[in-house]
């Protein structure tokens, strides 16, 4: 069967590695600043939480969902380890609440989606809306602040010139990985993205898996969580709104399948170079948040349509 | 043959899909107030006939003649305004309608405003429905009514605005014995109304009950045409086939072994009741019935997919949980959907992944890797047994042929190993070539002393394939015949002239 | 005649739980906060809920299409920011016909995006959520966008013949909706896109033209909304319009429609915005902080899902099978 489509890197695939490629020339010789080493490592400290977001993303993605609630999601969480971490005056207690309370927003929606059978994109925007109130709420609208030392040690510390943040990243990021493709578990995921009814026919629990999924992606918005406010030495009410945008961008521009079940999860991780760069590359122009805004919304939708293309043009040479 | 009052003629029709010859120098003719039935097996070209009839494809070569008029199909709006009318197997109705409306779908009459006119479309509904002589009330929405009062509404659809000629694609495929007299009563009225109508069906009763005419396809070729009154059954059966009946299937050697799997008593809510059977090692038993009377209901039943509301099933003696897939497939059954598309594949998944998926706990113990190594060894001891043919095990699932697909939602069974199969419509949208390695795969099965309960609606594979068969109506089995009794007479007397209960609806 | 009683006795499946809860909401917050009954109140009431019903009937359109629109409220925002500008710079005029173009054109490309690019429709309408937020944030300058013509403020603030003006608004939306989905073949079209893609394509309907018109017009009546809370506040604001979308989602399941497509009904979601607008007013006027509020809002919207799942499946239990 001739099908020189499945054979080759797919279209989203080769249109963001060239925009990367001439982005990342062309604005180096425009900002000067941009291949300056310290830049550099700024951007892999920007990346890496957003690779764990872009990695829980993509499961629930490949599972056929959706998550719009990261960004409140870490905030929250961010606040409630911090809290404990100032009450008990113990780092490992506030970084294990902080995962806790992670793992068990995102719980919730796995019971919701998997069980209650609510659309993913109505589940997590409630939660987006709850949740955000509820860090207001506890909050009073101030960020919590001055942990207890060694707290913020993810999102600060440096080995030498490399931020600790970043070997951390690569473990858990590696391990992610194995487990999508290695394990049984990854694999009913990607079996369930691809066809609910017929994972349920090989003995997938359909409402099981799902929530297992939004555990998983739990854990990693947790521990993104701790690298985040670990940044900045705080947790305030709102700390990232738009990284669930943004990562949903990188996981479309690696080139996972919206619909679900199809795409390696290491194109999550793909995927967040070109948005950390550009974000970047935007940040250091000068760009204003609502352009970067914009271009990121454009980019996402350009690339999931460029997705069709293929199949637009198999369709019409059925005629 | 008779010119007549003919309204259609299709001459010299040929049509090539890729290196595929679908049609090859077809003619067919409709005439006015007759029964042209159109007969052949899956992928012998009927289909496609009938898309360029109604103007979804163009022929390679090849003219349509309507009424002395050579006519260029090119889009199925010229030919629905020319008055050729399709019914196809797939409802076109929209359930959250009503009937007057889906009648009228895309067509409302108006008003000088340009709204919609509700009365003189419950009229006009009205009017289609009495043609046909059924009685429904256009205003009730499609969505609570039968199969077959939603056959009849897709009929009438298909009457509205000056329908000269109607395409019946297996109208009887899902009706109840009572509701398929009420059709081909129906059809009777439109043959006295002057329509002009094709019948594509493989069921022999109904086909003498309304055909004039006959014509049969093979490998897209034209291998007969008759008048229906000069022809016998079997002259019709060779010519679909190309050999008579009972060599279409490959032979078996009948072993029997002890009792594998039963049921007692099964019953689940508005699909089936009180099904009470027991299937033998080495055994392939059928069950056969219109579909939409609980054949395939059974079969996810069975499995664990559909609620039972009391009944016991047992393997090897042993009681069967039938609260999920994961209990069947632990206590040793198979299950092969009816529906690949939607219910067997995961299209974006590879030929590996999909063979692969019945085994996964045997691959891994828990909380380890998948053991590459073995399952790449499975997958391609598999894919060299069954002949699956596919550029690599890592290539998409849904890029295979329709038989290479069914190969591999078979297959991951035979790597797990089960005792038991069962089996819904496992050659359906399989072609000829394909079936036949199927089949094979089959009598292997049983010949291994598993046992297969093989879920059919293609009656001459059920007499061919089986040892014994059950026949089931409207959610019970009425009839059981065994091995010596299986013939299509027999089958279709079984059928047609047993009603069980009517279910309350 | 059995019809006739099974025609309404639909409606009243559909409506019945919403017109319920909104007896016992009213009657509790009246308990505890006696001013809710009043004239005044009962205005305040119906000025809040007529852009949340405006914006659901948005929503239920592209429900209605098998759609979702998670956009809405970042619509809201850019139309009020482009409205204000026109507005400002023009005159009123120019400002209403700003703020729905620029619905219009904002729903419409999602629309585009999920019927001819295939994008499903969370994707699309959350690109178009950063982009239209984006864009409300880039024209404004990040500064809402002051000293909006009178004409406008009167929109919002108005009133005539003691009710309010956005309530006429909401009327003649009611009534031009309503009319549209019940008498045209257009609206009419739109249940069959719903119901089946494959039938109405069959029944020669234009699947792609009319889907992507749910979607602009879902837009444009975005942009109308924008107005109303832009004459409420004397500007148009980027800031608008935040949890805007779960709003109206609520609204449109607590009316009945269905979110699988096929079924919509326009009473319910008028019904549905009045419910959630009682909520936030009876809270409002018992003191509960604004920050609780988006709490138990969340929480009640995924509340109304659930229950409406559940009651969905529990009702298919027997299918019937001929």
Redesign the interface.
Same mark, same amino acid.
Request: proline share 4%; aromatic share 8%.
């Given at each position: 069967m001739r099908n020189p489509i499945e054979h080759m890197p797919s279209l989203p695939t080769i249109v963001s590695a060239s925009v990367l490629l001439i982005a990342v020339i062309g604005l180096a010789l425009l900002e000067p600043r941009f291949i300056v080493s310290q830049n550099l490592a700024n951007i892999a400290l920007q990346a890496a939480p957003l690779i764990l977001v872009a990695l829980a993303q993509g499961i629930v993605i490949i599972s056929g969902g959706i998550d719009l609630s990261q960004g409140a999601a870490i905030a929250f969480a961010g606040i409630v380890g911090m809290l404990a971490a100032l009450a008990s005056n113990s780092i490992w207690v506030g970084w294990f609440i902080v995962i806790a309370t992670g793992v068990a927003l995102s719980a919730i929606n796995g019971a919701l989606v998997g069980w209650m059978r609510v659309p993913a994109f109505v589940a997590t925007a409630g939660m987006l809306t709850y949740v955000d109130g509820a860090s207001f709420l506890i909050t009073g609208g101030l960020p919590i602040e001055f942990p207890p030392d060694g707290y913020s040690w993810f999102g600060r510390a440096f080995f030498g010139p490399v931020p600790v943040a970043i070997p951390v990243v690569a473990i858990i990021s590696l391990l992610t990985c194995v487990l999508m493709h290695r394990t049984r578990i990854g694999r009913s995921i990607y079996l369930l993205g691809d066809n609910e009814e017929a994972a349920r026919i090989v003995g997938i629990n359909p409402s099981l898996c799902r929530f297992y999924v939004f555990l998983i992606a739990g854990f990693l918005t947790g521990c993104a969580s701790i690298i985040l406010t670990g940044r900045i030495d705080s947790a305030p009410p709102s700390l990232s709104p738009t990284i669930q945008f943004e990562a949903i961008a990188a996981v479309a521009i690696g080139g996972i399948s919206m619909s679900g079940g199809h795409g390696g999860i290491w194109r999550a991780i793909a995927g967040v170079v070109p948005v950390a760069v550009a974000g970047n590359i935007l940040n250091l122009m000068g760009v204003q948040t609502g352009a970067q805004l914009i271009i990121i919304g454009g980019i996402t939708v350009g690339v999931v349509a460029l997705q069709a293309l293929p199949v637009i043009q198999l369709k019409r040479s059925r005629r | 043959m008779s010119l007549g009052n003919q309204l259609l003629f299709a001459k010299g029709i040929s049509k090539r899909f890729g290196a595929n010859t679908v049609l090859d120098n077809v003619n067919f003719a409709v005439e006015a107030g007759s029964v042209h039935v159109l007969m052949g097996e899956n992928g012998a070209g009927k289909s496609t006939l009938i898309k360029i009839l109604s103007g979804i494809h163009m022929p390679d070569a090849g003219e349509i003649i309507l009424q002395e008029e050579c006519v260029l199909l090119s889009n199925p709006r010229i030919a629905t305004d020319l008055g050729i009318r399709v019914v196809h197997q797939e409802f076109s109705l929209v359930a959250g309608l009503s009937v007057a409306e889906n009648i009228h779908l895309g067509n409302q009459p108006r008003t000088k405003w340009g709204w919609v006119n509700n009365s003189e479309r419950t009229e006009s509904a009205k009017k289609m429905l009495d043609l046909l002589g059924a009685t429904i009330d256009p205003d009730t929405l499609v969505g609570e009514l039968t199969v077959g009062e939603r056959q009849l509404v897709e009929i009438a659809r298909a009457l509205v605005g000056d329908a000269k000629i109607l395409i019946l694609d297996e109208p009887t495929a899902a009706l109840s014995a009572r509701e398929v007299d009420h059709l081909l009563s129906s059809v009777d009225r439109l043959k006295k109304l002057g329509v002009g109508l094709v019948y594509i069906s493989h069921r022999m009763e109904e086909v003498r009950r309304v055909g004039d005419r006959v014509s049969v396809l093979r490998d897209g070729k034209l291998v007969l045409e008759s008048d229906l009154s000069e022809v016998e059954d079997s002259a019709l059966i060779q010519a679909m086939i190309g050999r008579p009946l009972d060599q279409q299937y490959p032979p078996r050697n009948f072993d029997l072994g002890d009792q594998l799997l039963e049921a007692q008593e099964l019953s689940s809510p508005g699909a089936f009741e009180k099904i009470t059977f027991s299937l033998r090692a080495g055994e392939v038993l059928g069950v056969v019935g219109p579909t939409g009377c609980g054949l395939n209901e059974l079969g996810r039943a069975l499995f664990g997919l559909l609620p039972t509301s009391s009944g016991v099933v047992r393997l090897q003696g042993k009681e069967v949980s039938l609260a999920n897939a994961r209990h069947a497939i632990h206590a040793g059954l198979a299950y092969v959907p009816d529906d690949r598309k939607v219910a067997g594949l995961m299209p974006n998944s590879s030929v590996k992944f999909n063979a692969s998926a019945a085994i996964l706990r045997r691959l891994t113990k828990y909380g380890q890797p998948i053991a590459t190594k073995r399952e790449n060894l499975a997958v391609e001891s598999l894919v060299k047994q069954l002949n699956i043919i596919a550029p690599s095990n890592n290539t998409p699932i849904r890029l295979l042929s329709g038989g290479n697909q069914q190969k591999v939602v078979l297959g991951r069974w035979l790597l797990h190993g089960a005792r038991a199969f069962i089996l819904a419509e496992p050659t359906r949208g399989v072609d000829v070539g394909a079936k036949e390695a199927i089949y094979t795969q089959i009598n292997g099965l049983a010949s291994n002393g598993a046992g297969v309960l093989l879920l059919t609606s293609d009656l001459m594979e059920a007499i061919g394939m089986c040892d014994r068969l059950l026949v089931m109506q409207c959610g019970r089995v009425i009839a059981e015949l065994a091995r010596g009794e299986l013939s299509m007479p027999t089958v279709l007397a079984a059928l047609y002239t047993q009603e069980a209960h009517a279910q309350p609806h | 005649m059995k #019809?006739v009683l =099974?025609?309404h006795s639909k409606l009243v499946r559909d409506i019945g739980p919403g017109i319920t809860l909104l007896i016992i909401l009213s009657a509790g917050f009246s308990y505890f906060a006696p001013e809710y009954y009043r004239q005044s109140n009962i205005n305040n009431i119906i000025r809040q809920a007529s852009p949340l019903f405006i914006a659901s009937v948005g929503q239920m359109l592209v429900v209605l299409v098998a759609g979702?629109d !998670?956009s809405t409220g970042a619509v809201v925002a850019f139309s009020s920011v482009c409205g204000a500008l026109a507005a400002v710079n023009g005159n009123a005029a120019y400002g209403v016909a700003a703020a729905l173009l620029s619905g219009f054109l904002a729903g419409g490309t999602s629309g585009l995006?999920v019927t001819v690019?295939? %994008?499903?429709p969370? !994707?699309?309408t959350?690109? =178009?959520?950063?982009? /239209?937020?984006?864009? *409300?944030?880039?024209l404004s300058g +990040?500064e809402p966008v002051d000293n909006i013509p009178d004409a406008i403020k009167f929109l919002g603030t108005g009133e005539i013949a003691g009710l309010p003006v956005p309530f006429f608004i909401s009327a003649g939306v009611f009534a031009l909706v309503g009319c549209w989905l019940s008498?045209?073949?257009s609206g009419?079209?739109l249940? /069959?896109i +719903?119901?089946?893609d494959? *039938? *109405?394509k /069959? /029944?020669?309907?234009s699947v792609r033209t009319w889907r992507t018109m749910a979607y602009a017009l879902a837009g444009a009546l975005a942009g109308l909304a924008a107005l109303i809370y832009a004459a409420r506040s004397g500007s148009g604001q980027?800031t608008f319009g935040y +949890?805007l979308?779960?709003q109206t !989602?609520g609204a449109v399941v607590l009316g009945g429609t269905t979110?699988g497509g096929?079924?919509a009904t326009l009473i319910g979601t008028a019904i549905g915005a009045l419910i959630i607008t009682v909520l936030s007013n009876g809270m409002d006027l018992t003191g509960v902080?604004p920050?609780?509020? #988006?709490?138990?809002?969340?929480?009640a919207? %995924?509340a109304i %899902? %659930?229950f409406d799942?559940?009651r969905r499946?529990s009702s298919s239990q027997?299918?019937? !099978?001929?």
């Open positions: - | - | #019809n =099974m025609k979702i !998670i995006f690019f295939r %994008v499903q969370v !994707i699309a959350i690109g =178009m959520l950063s982009i /239209a937020r984006g864009f *409300a944030l880039v +990040g008498y045209l073949p009419r079209s249940f /069959a +719903g119901g089946s494959e *039938a *109405a /069959a /029944a020669g309907i980027p +949890g979308e779960l !989602i979110l096929g079924h902080s920050y609780i509020q #988006n709490v138990v809002l969340g929480i919207i %995924v %899902v %659930v799942r559940l499946l027997h299918p019937v !099978i001929a």
